[in-house]
């Protein structure tokens, strides 16, 4: 059975740093691609970042290039997103997801439950 568990979502100030974890079992990294995303009130869920299976490759959003970084622990089956100089905007609930293969773009086949991140003063 596959599962991916997030955790580490917060309640931050501005500016703030948040580590979330997802744990994952059931598949391996060495053949799923992780994908990190996001879903804010009113809004569309969109991707921020993701981590191929392959070559350990990552891909980010924009909006988060120069304050996350993504990362995975292959023996730990953990895959992590290292939130740093948090802004209000990042407010959302944070999914993270896995697909097979090294291409990251595309439908996911799991997702978790997601943790609440809140950047708020």
């Known amino acids: 059975q596959v599962r991916l568990v997030e955790s580490g979502g917060d309640l931050v100030q501005p500016g703030g740093s948040l580590r979330l974890s997802c744990a994952v079992s059931?598949?391996?990294?060495?053949?799923?691609?992780i994908g990190w995303f996001r879903q804010a009130p009113g809004k569309e869920r969109e991707g921020v970042s993701c981590i191929s299976s392959s070559d350990g490759s990552t891909y980010y959003e924009d909006a988060v290039k120069g304050r996350f970084t993504i990362s995975r622990d292959i023996a730990k089956s953990t895959v992590y997103l290292q939130m740093n100089s948090l802004e209000p905007e990042d407010t959302a609930v944070y999914y993270c997801?896995?697909?097979?293969?090294?291409?990251?773009?595309?439908?996911?086949?799991?997702w978790g439950q997601g943790t609440q991140v809140t950047v708020s003063s």
């Open positions: 059931g598949l391996s990294l060495n053949e799923y691609s």
């Open positions: 997801a896995a697909k097979y293969g090294s291409d990251w773009s595309g439908s996911y086949d799991y």
